[in-house]
């Protein structure tokens, strides 16, 4: 089934603080120097001229909260352009705004319960669960009429994601510096800060505790072992390394 929210704000008529656009604000200002008029120039014909396919296919918008795997202070709002790529896997592009100015994040990768159990048990430890995300109400499809966001959370409930995070711009960083980090979902209450749920919900217009209750009878599945690792003390995080990758571990 292909999502139902595909373009539904253009039909609905629902488009800017609607739908979720330009309400958040990066949390860093890139340096550098203003376009010129030449780079302006370039940068729209090549919006008309070039064909965007993969970009064509993003049609969908989650906004949800991620921590750093081993670091639970450090938390922060992620906005996730997603294109569902077959019943059983989606990719998103992960910004820390909705605006013009947004900072490409990371990536985060979303496959089903089925294919997860597929996984090898070292490689589960990099995944979360969505099983408390969506039924917390914390994730939500911004600018959808509740139904069909509804239906988009029965889907994404039993789902399990991988998270890489490029830009840690929550950090102060106004460059993409350092090691990529991996990244966890929350999964029980009182994890997440509350003024974080507050600020979406404000910019939004929207409520989490509402949306809770709406999502009641979606029932909570189990968790396959394996996922939300951290919980068992199992942490894993990126180092920058000059040693050469094993490939065969990776199974080339």
Not at 11 to 40: D, F, I, R, V, Y
Not at 57 to 86: C, P, R, W
Request: with cysteine; aromatic share 6%; proline share 5%.
């Amino acid at each position: 089934m292909k999502i139902i929210v595909l373009n539904i704000c253009l039909l609905t008529g629902l488009m800017s603080t609607g739908c979720g656009g330009e309400n958040t604000s990066s949390n860093e200002q890139a340096p550098g120097t203003e376009k010129t008029g030449k780079s302006k120039v370039l940068e729209a014909g090549a919006d008309l001229l070039q064909d965007k396919t993969p970009l064509k296919k993003i049609d969908m918008y989650l906004d949800g909260f991620h921590f750093y795997n081993g670091h639970m202070e450090g938390q922060m709002e992620a906005h996730h352009y997603v294109t569902q790529l077959n019943e059983d896997m989606h990719q998103a592009v992960i910004f820390d705004g909705n605006g013009e100015n947004a900072k490409l994040m990371g990536v985060e990768y979303i496959i089903s319960e089925r294919l997860f159990k597929q996984l090898p048990e070292e490689e589960k430890k990099l995944w979360h669960s969505h099983h408390h995300e969506v039924k917390s109400g914390t994730l939500i499809a911004p600018g959808i009429p509740d139904v069909a966001e509804h239906e988009l959370m029965e889907k994404l409930v039993s789902t399990y994601g991988k998270t890489i995070h490029t830009w840690n711009t929550d950090q102060g960083l106004e460059l993409p510096m350092g090691a990529p980090m991996l990244m966890m979902g929350f999964t029980k209450d009182g994890q997440l800060k509350p003024e974080l749920v507050a600020e979406r919900d404000k910019n939004f217009d929207v409520s989490t505790a509402e949306k809770r209750k709406q999502r009641e009878d979606i029932p909570m599945p189990q968790v396959v072992p394996g996922a939300n690792a951290w919980e068992k003390g199992e942490i894993r995080q990126f180092q920058i390394t000059n040693k050469e990758p094993d490939m065969k571990s990776m199974g080339h």
